[in-house]
């Protein structure tokens, strides 16, 4: 499968005050035309942050940098600002987990989703509306003409994510990247909104990256998933493969989180280490039931099969007896 989008020693460094905050720490990602690729971890591993790199979109005072970067050949690193800009809509779209922060509060929906299309020059005004419309009838934000005239805070949530998604489609990107999408929304509008996006992703066969804490989610939506922990990506591989023969203790850890009706809720003991400093070794090894000292020392990558990376001192099949 040829990568549209492939990453290799990825790290975001971010100086402060208290000193410099490594917030990604040498990630390696690949994501083909067509699949749904998750990154899944806790609160703050470094899940948005990677996405804001891929769009680049990081904050000012953040410092990229990376031993590969690409997109479809092309090198991101030397990317000039128009670039970045032609790249937006056409080839990478993104819809985040705040629509109601996302979406201007003074323009009405249909201003700002024919915004791109008319920007790249995909068509006149017209042109843009017709497909607007379109969009959000397929994506169910109806009738077509009043939710275009309206504003932001007259819809609903699970409305304003729909019509985040109708933006994101208005310029047939090869790429969605969808950050928390169902953030904040009830039980039955995250069902909704996640059955819409898998259906458009096979209706206009582009690529996915999502991004979740939920490893149902995962499940049910992913090709492949990334298992990701203080701005590392400890376990990759498919889905089938990592979610059942889990190599990565963290992955068996967020597994064993999962509630079952019979069982108590069995949390991970500890806290995430603050990322400052020098740091060397699995970020994991302070919470961890195998750790050991050679933990301390760079951990290298492992294969356990086809496209299925862990970095672990342990065999594979340890984590698992």
């Not at 790249?87 to 009405?108: D, Y």
């Not at 932001?152 to 304003?160: I, K, N, Q």
């Amino acid at each position: 499968m040829t990568a549209l989008l492939d990453i290799s020693g990825l790290k975001v460094d971010v100086p402060g005050r208290a000193g410099t905050l490594h917030a990604i720490r040498g990630i390696d990602l690949s994501i083909g035309a067509g699949e749904c690729f998750t990154i899944v971890g806790e609160s703050g591993c470094g899940k948005s942050l990677t996405a804001m790199s891929v769009l680049g979109l990081l904050p000012r005072a953040a410092i990229l940098s990376a031993e590969r970067m690409s997109w479809k050949g092309q090198d991101m690193r030397r990317f000039s600002r128009r670039q970045w800009a032609n790249l937006h809509g056409p080839e990478i779209a993104a819809i985040f987990q705040e629509p109601m922060t996302a979406l201007n509060p003074v323009l009405t929906v249909g201003e700002q989703i024919i915004e791109s299309f008319v920007h790249h020059r995909l068509g006149n005004r017209k042109a843009a509306l017709a497909r607007a419309g379109e969009l959000l009838e397929r994506v169910g934000v109806v009738p077509v003409e009043r939710r275009l005239a309206q504003y932001p805070h007259e819809m609903s949530g699970g409305l304003r994510q729909r019509v985040m998604i109708a933006m994101a489609l208005m310029c047939q990107p090869k790429l969605m990247i969808a950050d928390e999408p169902t953030t904040a929304l009830d039980v039955t509008t995250q069902v909704e909104i996640l059955k819409l996006l898998k259906e458009l992703q096979a209706e206009m066969g582009m690529a996915l990256l999502l991004i979740t804490h939920d490893l149902g989610v995962v499940a049910h939506m992913a090709d492949r998933v990334a298992v990701m922990y203080a701005g590392q990506i400890v376990e990759t591989g498919s889905v089938a493969s990592v979610l059942t023969r889990s190599a990565h203790p963290y992955t068996s850890a967020l597994l064993d989180c999962l509630p079952t009706r019979d069982q108590p809720l069995t949390p991970i003991p500890g806290v995430v280490p603050a990322l400052f400093g020098e740091l060397e070794g699995c970020m994991f090894r302070n919470r961890c039931r195998f750790a050991r000292e050679a933990c301390a020392d760079p951990v290298p990558a492992r294969s356990v099969g086809e496209g299925h990376v862990y970095r672990c001192l342990l065999e594979a099949n340890e984590v698992a007896a």
